[in-house]
């Protein structure tokens, strides 16, 4: 998507008005201005419509982080890196780009009502061509990826795993599978398994986009 330094340069400047309105808001480590989150949501969307956002914060007294990402889309990717190096500098609030490793790993992740272990998932991550291929395997896989929680769960985890930007730059493709009744017979590993299995991989493929099916 084309995009121009003056429309990230209006996102900033936005951003830099309403900063002790969105930091005020803040209850319990949230964020309850929604009309102003939306406002911020459209002026990023005007920029690459793949771009997203989200807070974190490590402790009640820490520093925020504004973290952008862009979907998973790799065609996006310098789109958030112009953006964040763009970034001026504020108080009480830090920017970053992608979502890092996590250390130690979520062994589960909270989607609204139902809980996400990471034992529930096996993977397999294979080297083909020069490209790298992770598969995902779940009990009851969906046939509609977009209608499971646990799929998003599961990309969640990934970040964690083996960061944002390597997951997009990294694997070739990702699929997702029925789990089968014995994932050791079929050469499966916990996706727990997944960072070192990656780590050793990762520097036999040349960075490229991801495909997702």
Not at 9 to 15: P, R
Not at 20 to 36: I, K, V, Y
């Amino acid at each position: 998507m084309n995009y121009s330094r003056k429309q990230i340069e209006d996102f900033w400047q936005q951003l830099e008005r309403t900063l002790d309105q969105l930091l005020s808001s803040q209850r319990d480590m949230q964020f309850e201005a929604d009309t102003l989150l939306s406002t911020y949501r459209s002026s990023l969307q005007k920029i690459d419509r793949n771009l997203t956002f989200h807070f974190e914060q490590e402790s009640e007294a820490g520093p925020v982080e504004m973290i952008f990402g862009c979907d998973g889309y790799p065609e996006s990717i310098h789109a958030v890196l112009s953006l964040v190096g763009a970034a001026p500098e504020l108080q009480g609030i830090n920017f970053r780009a992608f979502n890092n490793r996590y250390d130690p790993v979520p062994s589960f992740v909270n989607m609204g009502d139902e809980m996400c272990q990471i034992d529930e998932f096996w993977c397999s991550l294979r080297e083909l061509n020069g490209k790298l291929q992770l598969a995902v395997y779940m009990v009851d896989a969906p046939k509609i990826l977009e209608m499971d929680p646990r799929v998003e769960a599961v990309m969640i985890l990934l970040d964690a795993l083996i960061g944002e930007y390597e997951l997009m730059t990294r694997i070739w493709s990702l699929d997702w599978y029925e789990l089968p009744a014995d994932p050791l017979d079929f050469g499966l590993m916990p996706l727990s398994h997944l960072r070192e299995a990656f780590d050793e991989m990762k520097d036999q493929v040349q960075p490229v986009g991801i495909t997702i099916h």
